[in-house]
């Protein structure tokens, strides 16, 4: 069974920072790209980050420069820094991976990030 395991969420004020984990069992995240989304309340799940396979990552603008997403194969864990958090980042966040080949995707079921004084 496979299963994506988010944590380290939680409420933070403005300007602090929170490090996401994404945990994977099941499946071995070397061949896997991965991704962190998220879904703030009454809107549409975004994309925030990615990696490839081979360590290639890409940001959405709102967040280049504040978040850094990484991977340690070796753990099968995908990670999310997040400094200068702002409101607007509140949200619940989900990393998602898409094997290689055959576009295969698995989700996780998402951590709260909630950004306030």
């Known amino acids: 069974q496979v299963q994506l395991v988010e944590s380290g969420g939680g409420l933070v004020q403005p300007g602090g920072s929170l490090r996401l984990s994404c945990a994977a069992s099941?499946?071995?995240?070397?061949?896997?790209?991965m991704a962190w989304y998220r879904q703030a309340p009454g809107k549409q799940r975004d994309l925030v980050a990615t990696?490839?396979?081979?360590?290639?990552?890409n940001y959405v603008a709102s967040v280049k420069g504040r978040f850094t997403i990484s991977r340690d194969n070796a753990k099968n864990t995908v990670y999310l820094q997040m400094n200068s958090l702002k409101p607007e980042d509140t949200a619940v966040y989900y990393c998602?991976?898409?094997?290689?080949?055959?576009?295969?995707?698995?989700w996780g079921q998402g951590t709260q990030v909630t950004v306030s004084s």
């Open positions: 990696v490839s396979v081979g360590g290639s990552t």
């Open positions: 998602g991976a898409v094997h290689r080949v055959s576009q295969r995707q698995y």
């Open positions: 099941g499946i071995t995240l070397d061949f896997y790209a």
